[in-house]
Each structure stands twice: as structure tokens, then as C-alpha cells.
């Protein structure tokens, strides 16, 4: 029983120290558009997310039931195997965020639960139905879904506000984005802090600790939100830099949009249960907004780079926790040797990623792997211009492009009067 109640500490504690790289994996989700448009200074943003973030722990646990009763079996799953599922999601959340890459923190977390419940019960103690319809198809329908509502947002708001002063509509569409940005920190805390309470639950289920079916208890649900609340006050400043500058660059109307776009997709889908990737949300909806503005461009080599991560973000989480949850098999041994690699992996990690410090005071550098320079507008971009081409500038002075004529003979008329 002493040796069974270590390794369901051990999974709590692994649990929220995925919750922790949750945080400032996601941080961008919230704040990326903020910061890169300077509605709100980079310290700022972080600590006002994590508050919001604790706060939307509260607010719901449909999402953490969807984990910890609808995905998997309860009945197959031992202590071991949900140990195995969060070494799988936190190696994959450290690499992405090493290289820069807003992949999803979620689908992480559901990839490394597939793998190692596979490898333990076998597939049929996956339920098949709802990893399609609560993961997968949201997380083909999230971006697609923002995207298209923050280009329409975007033109929407660039229509109204044409005969506006500009200083004035930036200013006020800064602090628009700056509710719109709290809107989907609250929503972040609502969805993924869900998910890790669902996977401390979901371990209590299968250690006898609580009943089946059981909602999660007050303590996961409020150590839950305080892991996520300190990865976010920490700032995930790389990905942060890719979502803000990496893709598109974005004014105030821009942010708005996508922001808002975002904002309601999440909470939306944290009302039904979905398990949705607020990292495909939020990057769908700033590539909507980057072509939603006349001239906007989207840097399609960063989004391509986006795109693949997002494709082995499950198939990579689940392989790595299947083979971990096969070295947990061999006994206590074992599970000692998953957790030295992951420590040993993590601070491996953290030792790269200190050769390029990205921190709030260089966030919003251009140039740079995570925000690479300007790049000639690509084929969709161009689609998109061609069907509302920006408006011709005030008609020009003629006058001032006719060349002056030589001084040399004193009878020739001057300029003035051959206009």
C-alpha cells in the first residue's frame, strides 16, 4: 500500500508539473496579439492572464469529465499508465516550446493517455467515439472555424472605423483588446486547466482514492489552477514571439478580432465538453485576422512549420508515452528509470534553450527563427487581396513629376507656364 501511494504522489505531482508546462506553453494563446501590438506591456499581460487563468479553473469541469470518464476506460488504467501519458506530454510541450512552435498542449496530453492506455489494456480500452468526436474533429473545426470569423471580424472593423480618427480608434481598440484578451485567458483556464484536473482525477479513480464517476475534488481543482496560473505568470516568451510576430504582423483592429474570434470559439466548446487545442484556436484566428486586412500578409513558412507540429503532436505524445509505460511494466525499477529520463530530458532542454534567451524584453524582436522577416505574400494571401484590393491613394500632383527644363538658354519659358 506505501509503495501504491507513492506512485499516485508521483502522478499528482507529474500532473501538475504537466499543468505548469501548460501554462507558459499556452501563455501566446492569451497574450500573444496583445503584446506584439503593445496594448499591454509583456509583464503585464503574463501576471493579468494567470490571474485569469486561476479564476477560469472554477468556472466549469465539463472538459476534465470528457478526460477522466468519456476517453478512456477506467476499469484498464492503472497509476503507472497515466505516470506514463504525462512523460509523453510534458517532453512534447518542452520541444515545441524550445523550437518556438504553438502546438497543443491538449492534444499532447490526449496523444500521451492514448499511447500508454494502448500499450497497457490495448485499443479497445480507448473509446473510439469520443476521441473523434470530442478531440478530433474539434480540432480540425477550431481553426478553421476562427479563422474564418476573425477575417469577417477584421473587415468588419477596418469598414466601420474607415471614417474614424486613427489615433483614436487604436486607443480604443487597445483596451477592446485588452477585454478580448482577458476573455480568452478566462476561457483558457476554463478548458486546459480542465484537462489536468481530469488527469488527476482520473489517477485517484484507478488508485481506489476516489469512486468512479466522480467529479474532481475542491484540491485538484484548486492545485490545478494554481500550476497553470505560474506557468503563465513565467511566460512562455518563445512561442509568444511566433504567435505575435511570426505569422502575420497585427494592428489593434486586427487583435481585436482575432482575440474575440477566439475567445468565443473556446468558450463555447468548454460549455460542451469538447477538448478543444485553445492553440488552434487562437493561431487560427490571427491567420484570419492577417488576411482579413487589406495588404495583411501571413508568413505560410512559419504557419507550415505550425501546421506539421500540429499533425505529429499526437501520434509523437503517444509514442513516447507507450514505449515509458512499457519500461513502468518492468516495476518500481522502471518507473524510477522513466522519471530520471524525464528530469534528465527537461533540464536537458531548459540547458538548450538558454544559448538564445527570449525574455519580455526582446518578445517583439523581428527577424529571428521564431519571427522570421517579411516574405513575399503567398498564393492565398494574394487570393484573398485580389477579391478586395486595397483603395487607390488621393490623386497625385502631376505637376510635380514634370522635369524642370534646362536653365541654359534665358528665351525658354519657364515651368510654370508650360502647365
Same mark, same amino acid.
Given at each position: ?23 507558459? &506553453? ?137 471614417? /474614424? ?22 476561457? &483558457? ?72 474570434? /477566439? ?13 478543444? =487545442?485553445?492553440? &488552434? ?19 505560410? =513558412? ?101 522635369? /524642370? ?15
Amino acid at each position: 500500500m506505501e509503495s501504491f501511494s507513492l506512485i499516485l504522489a508521483i502522478v499528482v505531482v507529474t500532473a501538475l508539473a504537466f499543468d505548469f508546462t501548460n501554462g507558459f &506553453h499556452d501563455t501566446a494563446n492569451a497574450m500573444a496579439t496583445t503584446i506584439s501590438t503593445g496594448a499591454l506591456k509583456p509583464k503585464v499581460a503574463v501576471a493579468m492572464s494567470a490571474v485569469l487563468n486561476l479564476v477560469g479553473a472554477f468556472l466549469s469541469v465539463e472538459v476534465a469529465n470528457t478526460i477522466s470518464k468519456g476517453l478512456v476506460d477506467e476499469a484498464g488504467i492503472r497509476p503507472e499508465v497515466i505516470f506514463a501519458a504525462l512523460v509523453g506530454a510534458i517532453l512534447w510541450n518542452l520541444l515545441t516550446w524550445l523550437v518556438g512552435l504553438p502546438s497543443s498542449s491538449s492534444h499532447a496530453l490526449m496523444g500521451g493517455l492514448i499511447g500508454a492506455t494502448v500499450a497497457s489494456a490495448g485499443f479497445g480500452a480507448v473509446h473510439g467515439d469520443v476521441l473523434v468526436t470530442k478531440v478530433l474533429i474539434p480540432a480540425i473545426a477550431a481553426p478553421l472555424v476562427a479563422g474564418v470569423a476573425a477575417m469577417f471580424a477584421t473587415r468588419l472593423t477596418y469598414r466601420m472605423g474607415r471614417n /474614424a480618427d486613427t489615433k483614436a480608434s487604436e486607443k480604443g481598440y487597445r483596451a477592446g483588446q485588452i477585454a478580448s484578451a482577458g476573455l480568452v485567458s478566462l476561457a &483558457h483556464g476554463t478548458n486546459d486547466a480542465q484537462k489536468t484536473m481530469g488527469i488527476i482525477t482520473l489517477a485517484l479513480v484507478a488508485g481506489g482514492a476516489v469512486a468512479p464517476d466522480s467529479d474532481p475534488p475542491m484540491w485538484v481543482i484548486l492545485s490545478a489552477g494554481i500550476a497553470i496560473a505560474l506557468g503563465t505568470y513565467l511566460g512562455g516568451w518563445r512561442i509568444i514571439r511566433t504567435m505575435g510576430k511570426g505569422l502575420t504582423d497585427l494592428q489593434p483592429q486586427q487583435g481585436f478580432a482575432a482575440q474575440t474570434s /477566439a475567445a468565443t470559439v473556446i468558450l463555447a466548446s468548454s460549455h460542451l465538453g469538447f477538448s478543444l =487545442s485553445t492553440t &488552434h484556436s487562437v493561431s487560427g484566428s490571427v491567420m484570419g485576422a492577417g488576411l482579413g486586412r487589406k495588404g495583411g500578409v501571413v508568413r505560410w =513558412s512559419t504557419a507550415t512549420r505550425m501546421f506539421v507540429a500540429w499533425g505529429l503532436t499526437l501520434p509523437a505524445a503517444a509514442l513516447v508515452a507507450a514505449i515509458a509505460e512499457w519500461v513502468c511494466g518492468f516495476g518500481s525499477w522502471g518507473t524510477a528509470v522513466v522519471a530520471v529520463f524525464l528530469v534528465a530530458s527537461s533540464a536537458a532542454i531548459w540547458k538548450i534553450s538558454r544559448r538564445e534567451v527570449v525574455d519580455h524584453t526582446n518578445v517583439n524582436d523581428h527577424d529571428t527563427p521564431e519571427a522570421p522577416a517579411e516574405e513575399p505574400p503567398g498564393v492565398v494571401t494574394q487570393a484573398i487581396a485580389a477579391v478586395t484590393p486595397p483603395p487607390a491613394g488621393p490623386s497625385e500632383d502631376l505637376s510635380a513629376t514634370i522635369p /524642370a527644363p534646362a536653365a541654359a538658354d534665358p528665351q525658354a519659358p519657364s515651368a510654370a507656364s508650360t502647365v
